[in-house]
Nanobody
Framework: QVQLVESGGGLVQAGGSMRVSCAAS????????MGWFRHAPWKEREFVAA?????????DYADSVKGRFTISRDNDKNTVLLQMNSLEPEDTAVYYC?????????????????WGQGTQVTVSS
């Protein structure tokens, strides 16, 4: 199983940018699909973005962040990043990275095996 630790986050103004990162441990990191989810107190945890594991590299995004967020991974460094641009107050949430042994890109949180502790992103209007 992969152990994950998020970093980054903080307070930004609407329209600004922020990058959050996730450091992973485990030799099998490259085989895992990696996802980002977010959870606001008044909402259910929702899918944000994911990148495939294995030899192919694919990405997918929730419609709400498509065109604004970019997920990337560096298998040599065992990291996954989420670059967030044009942030909106609606993006305010705790952001979690997650790893799935399913190499495709699950959008359901129950498909992920490992979770980080989360990092707070707050976007002020």
């Amino acid at each position: 199983q992969v152990q994950l630790v998020e970093s980054g986050g903080g307070l930004v103004q609407a329209g600004g940018s922020m990058r959050v990162s996730c450091a992973a441990s485990g030799r099998a990191f490259s085989t895992y699909a990696m996802g980002w989810f977010r959870h606001a107190p008044w909402k259910e945890r929702e899918f944000v973005a994911a990148t495939s594991g294995g030899s192919l590299y694919y990405v997918d995004y929730a419609d709400s962040v498509k065109g604004r967020f970019t997920i990337s991974r560096d298998n040599d460094k065992n990291t996954v990043l989420l670059q967030m641009n044009s942030l909106e107050p609606e993006d305010t949430a705790v952001y979690y990275c997650a790893a799935s042994s399913i190499p495709t890109m699950p959008k359901t949180s129950g498909k992920y095996d490992s979770w980080g502790q989360g990092t707070q992103v707050t976007v002020s209007s």
